[in-house]
């Protein structure tokens, strides 16, 4: 069974803190995703990684960055949060040849910024 | 732009019936849709759809597509109470080739 895992299901931050969110896979994938997840606007990509240390933008990547050092492994930076971030955050993997492959989501992070 | 557009967006039915989910889209480079159930929590995947005509049937459920109208549907018969959920449509396509979601449909079944 593919098991994608993230460090928090609830966090509380304040505006201006930096904020990670860690996502951990255990099946090799490739492919490995964030996205954010808001009522009334669906599932959005933040960004998304098909190798160690490679990244590319999604559809709203403003105001964050990642970090993928290992395979099993996908970062979510939030440089200086802002309550317009307060969301359910989602992680994803996939095998390589994304489309293709269903991609396996992990359970969310539910970030709430004060 | 790329597009998935669900609905409706929500829906309340009972026990024993039989729903239909629509999935329509305008997406570049279509390559396959994808149909999850989302519960509390994480998404959770059910069918993926290549082939116009081709019905995916997984107990209950049941879905089919159609790229000449660019839609697809997802049956559910004999509902249950834990049907209720949001189920998410998503194609891959677009510029990057990535899923583009839909917005989601709402469903919740009463006792």
């Known amino acids: 069974d593919v098991k994608v895992t993230q460090s928090s299901r609830y966090l509380v931050k304040r505006t201006g803190e930096k904020v990670f969110l860690e996502c951990v896979q255990d099946m090799d994938h490739e492919n490995m995703f964030w996205y954010r997840q808001d009522p009334g606007l669906g599932l959005r990509l933040i960004y998304f990684?098909?190798?160690?240390?490679?990244?590319e933008k999604g559809d709203i990547p403003e105001g964050y960055s990642v970090s993928r050092e290992k395979k099993e492994r996908f970062s979510l930076i939030l440089e200086s949060a802002s309550t317009n971030q307060t969301s359910m955050y989602l992680c994803?993997?996939?095998?390589?040849?994304?489309?293709?492959?269903?991609?396996?989501f992990g359970p969310g992070t539910r970030l709430t910024v004060t | 732009e790329d597009k998935v557009v669900q609905s409706p967006l929500s829906l309340v039915v009972h026990e024993g019936d039989t729903v239909t989910l629509n999935c329509s889209y305008e997406v570049t480079n279509f390559r396959s849709l994808l149909w999850y159930k989302q519960e509390k929590k994480a998404p959770t995947f059910l069918f993926m759809l290549t082939s116009s005509g081709i019905e995916k049937k997984s107990g209950r459920l049941s879905s089919i597509l159609d790229k000449k109208e660019l839609f697809s549907i997802l049956n559910i018969t004999a509902t249950q109470t834990g049907d209720s959920a949001v189920y998410l449509c998503a194609v891959y396509g677009g510029s990057q080739g990535n899923l583009i979601f839909g917005k989601g449909t709402k469903l919740s079944v009463k006792p």
């Open positions: 994803a993997s996939s095998l390589l040849g994304a489309q293709s492959y269903e991609q396996y």
């Open positions: 990684s098909y190798d160690v240390k490679m990244k």
